[in-house]
């Protein structure tokens, strides 16, 4: 990282309805993004603040993403970040159309107009062992208190339908449910209600982030979630506390449409760097 501490690091500063990140491309800039490092940068009073770090680096398509999360910790899957960069790489390269490689394996990317990115996040993990749970068990309708489904979107999710998500303390009520023993890689929690046909009011508390204004996986995995249930059909409205997504669950996978901001271009000072 020698040259950083001689020149700086740069980065970029995105959002998708405020659930926010630092994205450092690292096809432009060899950088070894140590979990220590992560956090110093999450820090929203000594580094940047954000709630997933995305990496962008060289892939078979037309990047390769990765995510840790503030703390430090990674994830797979990050559907927000996702339709941020894939919006960046649109708007360098002219392109409506995009392959973009993860952890969780290949997704497509599509210009819908006005501003809006698509991203199809792959089909659903409905099966215990795939999520990942603890032991063999229904999916649909966890043991625990308020019956919440289970779904992987290339991380866990649990998500708890209620009567009011507003009115669930979730400050308090997402780690209870993150560190559950039934979810051996913890969990991101939801809480959702359903306030018309195919419309749903989310919160959300992300695992290794806390609460956020929205997150893209969890929208999608609550889609599911609702769609199994039979409360709501595959595509649906999901107004979140920072904006709202459309996700629709079709044949090829869960795909979700919303807009993006790609707030400022910053660089991270050498001697900052040093301390870390």
Same mark, same amino acid.
């Given at each position: 990282?020698?040259?950083?501490?001689e020149?700086?690091?740069?980065?970029?500063?995105?959002?998708?309805?405020?659930?926010?990140?630092?994205?450092?491309?690292?096809? #432009?800039?060899d950088?070894?993004?140590?979990?220590?490092? $992560?956090?110093a940068?999450a820090?929203?009073?000594?580094?940047v603040?954000?709630?997933?770090?995305?990496?962008?680096g060289?892939?078979?398509?037309? +990047?390769?993403?990765?995510?840790?999360?503030?703390d430090?910790s990674?994830?797979?899957?990050?559907?927000n970040a996702?339709?941020?960069i $894939?919006?960046?790489?649109?708007?360098?390269?002219?392109?409506?159309?995009?392959?973009?490689?993860?952890?969780?394996?290949?997704?497509?990317a #599509?210009?819908?107009?006005?501003?809006?990115?698509?991203?199809?996040?792959g089909?659903?993990?409905?099966?215990?062992?795939?999520?990942?749970? +603890?032991?063999d068990?229904?999916?649909?309708?966890?043991?625990?208190?308020?019956?919440?489904? +289970?779904?992987?979107?290339?991380?866990?999710?649990?998500t708890f339908?209620?009567?009011?998500?507003? $009115?669930?303390p979730?400050?308090?009520?997402?780690?209870?449910?993150?560190h559950?023993?039934?979810?051996?890689?913890?969990?991101n929690?939801? #809480?959702?209600?359903?306030?018309?046909p195919d419309?749903?009011?989310?919160?959300?508390?992300?695992?290794?982030?806390?609460?956020?204004?929205a997150?893209g996986s969890?929208?999608? +995995?609550?889609?599911?979630?609702?769609?199994?249930?039979g409360?709501t059909?595959?595509?649906?409205?999901?107004d979140?506390d920072?904006?709202?997504?459309?996700?629709?669950?079709?044949?090829?996978?869960?795909?979700?449409?919303?807009?993006? $901001?790609h707030?400022?271009?910053g660089?991270?000072?050498?001697?900052?760097?040093?301390?870390?």
């Amino acid at each position: 990282m020698e040259h950083t501490r001689e020149s700086g690091l740069p980065f970029m500063k995105m959002h998708g309805l405020g659930n926010d990140f630092v994205v450092i491309d690292t096809r #432009v800039h060899d950088v070894d993004v140590t979990p220590a490092l $992560a956090m110093a940068l999450a820090d929203r009073h000594m580094g940047v603040g954000f709630d997933q770090l995305t990496l962008i680096g060289k892939g078979d398509g037309d +990047a390769h993403l990765t995510f840790l999360n503030s703390d430090g910790s990674g994830s797979a899957a990050c559907g927000n970040a996702t339709r941020c960069i $894939a919006r960046h790489i649109m708007d360098e390269t002219g392109k409506t159309e995009l392959t973009l490689t993860t952890d969780r394996g290949v997704l497509r990317a #599509v210009d819908m107009g006005n501003r809006l990115t698509s991203v199809n996040m792959g089909p659903p993990q409905l099966r215990w062992d795939e999520i990942p749970l +603890a032991e063999d068990m229904d999916t649909l309708e966890l043991p625990i208190e308020g019956g919440p489904t +289970a779904t992987g979107m290339g991380n866990p999710h649990c998500t708890f339908f209620v009567d009011n998500a507003e $009115a669930i303390p979730l400050e308090q009520f997402g780690p209870r449910y993150e560190h559950h023993p039934l979810y051996p890689q913890r969990t991101n929690v939801q #809480v959702a209600s359903l306030i018309g046909p195919d419309h749903l009011r989310m919160r959300v508390w992300e695992r290794g982030a806390g609460l956020t204004l929205a997150s893209g996986s969890s929208s999608c +995995a609550t889609a599911v979630a609702a769609a199994r249930r039979g409360l709501t059909g595959r595509k649906v409205r999901i107004d979140l506390d920072g904006g709202t997504l459309h996700v629709d669950w079709r044949e090829d996978g869960v795909w979700m449409t919303g807009p993006t $901001a790609h707030v400022f271009t910053g660089v991270l000072t050498p001697d900052w760097l040093s301390q870390v």
